[in-house]
T-cell receptor, first 114, second 110 residues
Framework: DAGVTQSPTHLIKTRGQQVTLRCSPKSGHDTVSWYQQALGQGPQFIFQYYEEEERQRGNFPDRFSGHQFPNYSSELNVNALLLGDSALYLC????FGEGGQPQHFGDGTRLSIL | DAKTTQPNSMESNEEEPVHLPCNHSTISGTDYIHWYRQLPSQGPEYVIHGLTSNVNNRMASLAIAEDRKSSTLILHRATLRDAAVYYCILQYNQGGKLIFGQGTELSVKP
């Protein structure tokens, strides 16, 4: 049973460019959340997708956008990259429902901005 | 969003029990208490969660105070593979977003 898979594992971009990161959820899961983890910090919630709609959003600018496809996979897009966007981007999947749903994380995409 | 407070670091000896504390004095009645751990170069791994009652699973036990303002993750016999950053997180009843703090870095000595 495959867990959460993310691609690519590493990516190098320059300031001002745009990037797309991809996530396939764990089999049977219908909800995808994205997190940003700066070096030495805990992950920060970006947004969550369910039924192809953004359900919740953290304190991130509009440069960060996402999409969920009918097969529950998801993309995270970041426009106009800044040096501060360098981080590990984590995808987590879960079952949508009230309370207490554990999230299963992938190993992330390491994004470096030059 | 309700916040949690954990010690920055803790040390343990191999094969001894470990008690990782967490304070969450602003917890609301519908917040779930979650614990995740993260090994270097990996994504966070779910450990355990609970609402009001103590919980046990194959990885650990979760002890929740009666007033729910604190909780303790218990690893019954620490192994070298348990060395990781442990995060105590409050999850709002609806929506499921996880708000991570700084976590506790656990080191295990042989």
């Amino acid at each position: 049973d495959a867990g959460v898979t993310q691609s690519p594992t590493h990516l190098i971009k320059t300031r001002g460019q745009q990037v797309t990161l991809r996530c396939s959820p764990k089999s049977g899961h219908d909800t995808v959340s994205w997190y940003q983890q700066a070096l030495g910090q805990g992950p920060q919630f970006i947004f969550q997708y369910y039924e192809e709609e953004e359900r919740q959003r953290g304190n991130f600018p509009d440069r960060f956008s996402g999409h969920q496809f009918p097969n529950y996979s998801s993309e995270l897009n970041v426009n106009a990259l800044l040096l501060g966007d360098s981080a590990l981007y984590l995808c987590a999947s879960s079952l949508f429902g009230e309370g207490g749903q554990p999230q299963h994380f992938g190993d992330g995409t390491r994004l470096s901005i030059l | 969003d309700a916040k949690t407070t954990q010690p920055n670091s803790m040390e343990s000896n191999e094969e001894e029990p470990v008690h990782l504390p967490c304070n969450h004095s602003t917890i609301s009645g519908t917040d779930y208490i979650h614990w995740y751990r993260q090994l270097p170069s990996q994504g966070p791994e779910y450990v355990i969660h609970g609402l009001t009652s103590n919980v046990n699973n194959r990885m650990a036990s979760l002890a929740i105070a009666e007033d729910r303002k604190s909780s303790t993750l218990i690893l019954h016999r620490a192994t070298l593979r348990d060395a990781a950053v442990y995060y105590c997180i409050l999850q709002y009843n609806q929506g499921g977003k996880l708000i991570f703090g700084q976590g506790t870095e656990l080191s295990v000595k042989p």
